[in-house]
């Protein structure tokens, strides 16, 4: 089992940066994926980044050169940077881990807000 706590969010000018941290509960050395989803109210939760153990990573389109995921093993947190941000990025963001051997997420955390006003 993994706790999973976010971090970092808040209200931006778009243009601005955040970098949102999840702290786990245990090493998250050996989770399979860890990443970070957002929903946007009125929308459906979707996969922003994500980061395998083999150092494979992930980025949908519209984040990609944007955004970059990290994992900080030995602080047993993951990070989110988001630079260049507009306002279609506002959402309450959540990390997420694969600890299992399905394709979805077996834990999240309780996401963190961002806002970017235009």
């Known amino acids: 089992q993994v706790q999973l706590v976010e971090s970092g969010g808040g209200l931006v000018q778009a243009g601005g940066s955040l970098r949102l941290s999840c702290a786990a509960s245990r090493s998250i050395f050996s989770i399979n994926v860890m990443g970070w989803y957002r929903q946007a109210p009125g929308k459906e939760r979707e996969e922003v980044a994500s980061s395998n153990n083999d150092e494979r990573e992930y980025y949908r389109d519209s984040v990609k050169g944007r955004f970059t995921i990290s994992r900080d093993n030995a602080k047993n947190t993951l990070y989110l940077q988001m630079n260049s941000l507009k306002p279609e990025d506002t959402a309450l963001y959540y990390c997420?881990?694969?600890?299992?051997?399905?394709?979805?997420?077996?834990?999240w955390g309780q996401g963190t807000q961002v806002t970017v006003s235009s």
């Open positions: 997420a881990a694969l600890v299992g051997s399905g394709t979805l997420p077996d834990y």
